[in-house]
């Protein structure tokens, strides 16, 4: 069980006053401060954090991870923020990205043409996995 303290002069020696808007009240003995308990926020499992910021440097779209992960991009963007991630300058690749489970996974690498002139990585999203593949842009000539 946590113990609560007083905001104001940090003693434990509270009593309960009621409840308001679904929070506990409490009173403070020594200083008759009437306070209530802030609501915890809503916990992400640092997996998910570190998923989508490896996503994110790899050069996926907040929104794609959104779309993969199930994260507000938003969300996403907070933690980019957070932790100042920044991703490597453009080279002139792009990614593209498939989401396979093993038997697909195993399949795209027995076709060997998968694989041709582009680098790969392939991280594991929960019972799936995620291939991102980068591939030269073409630039059209006229």
Known sequence: MKHIACPKCKNEQLTKSGIIKGRQRY???PC????TVLKE???????YVIKALQLYIEGVTLR????ILGIS??????????????????????????VLNHAELLD???????????G????ELGDKFMVIKWERFRRNSI
């Open 27 to 29: 009173n403070c003995k």
């Open 32 to 35: 008759n401060f009437v306070f």
């Open 108 to 118: 795209f690498f027995a076709d060997k043409q998968s694989l041709k002139s582009a």
């Open 120 to 123: 790969c990585i392939i991280t």
């Open 41 to 47: 926020g809503k916990s992400i499992d640092p997996y």
């Open 73 to 98: 991009h938003v969300t996403v963007m907070n933690w980019v923020k957070k932790y100042g991630i920044t991703i490597p300058e453009s080279s002139g690749y792009r990614p593209t990205y498939k």
């Open 64 to 67: 794609e991870i959104e779309r």
